[in-house]
């Protein structure tokens, strides 16, 4: 009798064993499944993430790019500095001089996305001076000097440099070339003359 009761308890707790055995084998096959799931969820979601990301640094690049100043032809550069009215400021020494008028020029030129460059120029005989200077599509390097006077008025000029030659100025007007040989031929007969300055003896160009 005793050895019937052992052999149904030795059944029973085999029994059990598979049952449990069963039951863990349930709960591990459950837990993989929704393992799976949430693992294609979190791919999914991170395929969007990718793709917005992609366009964001699309977009980026963008407008980093419509940012960037860009050199203008000449005719572009003449119709801002038309518009500009950095020449009409007035000239006062040690508080606004032609450093003033070269940076501003600089400043407002960047502003409309043309680039421009601030320009220092040394003279043999001391001293020195300051002009914008802008590299044109079509006609080179061009230095603009707007450097006004105690009064306002219009004084937007083409400044004219050249190591060991004076440096000159022809109204933005009038000025149709940009070269030192253009300049000294205009002067032959110039409508308004600029007094020239001293000679160059160093041009600093900054970007």
């Excluded at 032959?188 to 020239?196: G, N, Y």
Aim: charge should be negative.
């Amino acid at each position: 009798m005793k050895e019937k009761h052992l052999t149904w308890l030795v059944v029973g707790i085999i029994t059990v064993l598979l049952g449990v055995t069963w039951l863990t084998g349930c709960v591990s096959t459950a837990e993989h499944e929704s393992l799976q799931a949430e693992n294609t969820a979190l791919a999914e979601e991170l395929e969007l993430v990718r793709l917005d990301y992609e366009e964001l640094e699309k977009h980026y690049v963008e407008l980093t790019a419509a940012s960037e100043p860009k050199n203008p032809t000449w005719a572009e550069l003449k119709e801002f500095l038309e518009r500009d009215k950095t020449d009409r400021g007035i000239y006062r020494s040690g508080e606004y001089d032609c450093t003033g008028f070269a940076l501003a020029l600089r400043d407002n030129a960047r502003k409309e996305g043309i680039r421009a460059a601030f320009v220092e120029i040394g003279f043999y005989e001391g001293g020195g001076h300051a002009v914008t200077a802008f590299q044109t599509t079509d006609k080179g390097l061009v230095y603009i000097d707007c450097t006004g006077k105690q009064e306002s008025g219009d004084y937007d000029t083409v400044g004219y440099v050249k190591i060991g030659k004076v440096y000159g100025r022809i109204d933005l007007s009038e000025a149709t070339g940009f070269t030192y040989d253009y300049y000294l031929a205009h002067q032959q007969d110039a409508k308004r003359r600029w007094e020239p300055m001293q000679h160059v003896q160093i041009v600093e160009i900054y970007w």
